[in-house]
């Protein structure tokens, strides 16, 4: 009986043992939450397509479907995650309604997310801005990968209209961080922010050097229809269609591509307005060097006509140098205006009558090329054109002095008034010259 008394003894102390192991098993299982973020062993692989792995510490077990695995395509799991591995996860659901035993649908992805999210609340904080490649262009912007979605609207890609957002796709950007808010996977973000900013300081250093006159290189970044905007360094100037060439430009995109290295003078800075003024022509040779040379006395040449006035047509003989066909010089026969025989963008053969390099005058016939009639007066039809161009209500001669009578009743006139006009190179006295001498006859026929 003494023996059987020890081996009761020695019973319960074994069961009150084990009941204590229970216990202590029992209270390390934790319940498992929506939202806890647990550890998981890898314990099977169904069928490649998610993961089942006991959750540590529960005695319960989870799926981790593929989708919830990893963002990105994947065609073999087993490249992600192997049997045995320990993963990181979060809890989204319950599956079935047996919560002891049952299973649990969890995620390796959104778990990264949600650092993510805490590592870009970080950095909106502190006013870093981060990194991501564009992965997408959709309506109304841009899609990039920052480890979340991210959203750029296209009116924050750049500091100028982007017409083609599809140069994007595939490019890393560095981008500040506009608005976020994860609960709703909200991200917006903004690269024309660090463009301005960028600028800005790029702007302020290339202000510091540049000056007026100075002839640099740049890249042509775009092309309007009013002229080239030419990348100097992070900072662009404008060169206006009217300083592309001395030729005539209709459009930019006709002489200029976007890429296309050029050289250019520096016409004008104005740091406030953010405007650089810039010539591409200034750079080329002076189209009235060598002229002489180019259009001697007698030389015929083949010229378009640029411009109409009542007094004759500006024909360009050479690019930047127009010469003047004088009314008197266009016909044999009597024209009351140049438009009667000629039109702007005609092409036509002149004869050089005189040339005068310094002043940037070319004056040109197109009669003298032309056969004169029979029977035809060059006195009288020069008489014709210019009786037409005294009654002309051109400026020019409305403001051109009149001859007048000196003691020894001769006709002189102040030729100190006839001023180069500026911007044909011709005087006054050029142009009307035929009409000074016939009123100069006038008046010894008067006497």
Avoid at 106 to 115: D, M, T
Avoid at 237 to 256: A, C, F, N, T
Avoid at 382 to 404: I, L
């Amino acid at each position: 009986m003494i023996v059987v008394k020890e081996d009761l003894g020695m019973s319960d102390k074994t069961n009150e043992e084990d009941n204590k192991t229970m216990a202590d098993a029992l209270n390390s299982v934790h319940e498992v939450k929506v939202g806890d973020v647990v550890k998981g062993e890898v314990l099977a692989i169904d069928d490649n397509k998610q993961l089942i792995v006991g959750i540590q510490g529960t005695g319960v077990e989870g799926v981790v479907p593929m989708k919830e695995l990893t963002a990105q395509p994947v065609d073999d799991i087993t490249t992600i995650a192997k049997v045995g591995d320990v993963l990181d996860l979060v809890v989204i659901s319950t599956i079935g309604k047996d919560k002891e035993n049952g299973s649990y649908l969890l995620s390796k992805r959104r778990l990264e997310a949600r650092k993510v999210w805490d590592d870009i609340e970080k950095d909106y904080e502190e006013g870093k801005t981060i990194t991501a490649p564009v992965t997408n262009v959709v309506k109304g912007g841009l899609v990039v990968d920052a480890g979340v979605r991210g959203f750029i609207p296209a009116s924050m890609i750049s500091d100028h209209y982007v017409e083609d957002l599809n140069a994007y796709k595939g490019k890393e950007l560095e981008l500040a961080i506009i608005e976020i808010e994860p609960s709703e996977n909200r991200l917006i973000l903004s690269h024309k922010a660090v463009v301005q900013k960028e600028r800005e300081a790029q702007k302020k250093e290339l202000f510091e050097h540049l000056q007026v006159g100075d002839t640099v290189e740049g890249k042509v970044a775009r092309l309007t229809s009013f002229g080239a905007f030419v990348d100097l360094g992070g900072v662009d100037g404008l060169v206006h269609v009217s300083q592309i060439s001395y030729e005539h430009v209709d459009k930019p995109s006709d002489v200029l591509k976007v890429g296309q290295e050029v050289k250019v003078k520096v016409l004008n800075l104005d740091f406030d307005r953010d405007r650089i003024s810039l010539s591409i022509k200034a750079t080329l040779p002076e189209p009235w060097d060598g002229i002489e040379d180019k259009a001697p006395v007698g030389s015929v040449l083949e010229g378009t006509v640029r411009r109409l006035t009542t007094f004759g047509a500006f024909v360009e003989v050479f690019p930047g140098v127009e010469g003047l066909v004088h009314i008197s010089q266009i016909s044999h026969q009597h024209i009351a205006t140049p438009n009667d025989v000629l039109k702007e963008g005609q092409t036509v053969h002149v004869k050089v009558l005189s040339v005068d390099p310094d002043k940037h005058r070319l004056a040109l016939s197109i009669k003298a090329l032309e056969e004169k009639p029979e029977g035809t007066d060059d006195n009288e039809a020069q008489s014709n054109n210019n009786n037409h161009s005294n009654n002309s209500s051109h400026p020019a001669r409305q403001s051109a002095p009149r001859a007048k009578s000196s003691n020894n009743n001769n006709a002189h006139v102040d030729n100190s008034q006839f001023e180069p006009d500026e911007n044909t190179g011709f005087s006054i006295g050029d142009l009307i010259g035929d009409q000074l001498k016939n009123a100069g006859s006038a008046d010894d026929q008067a006497k």
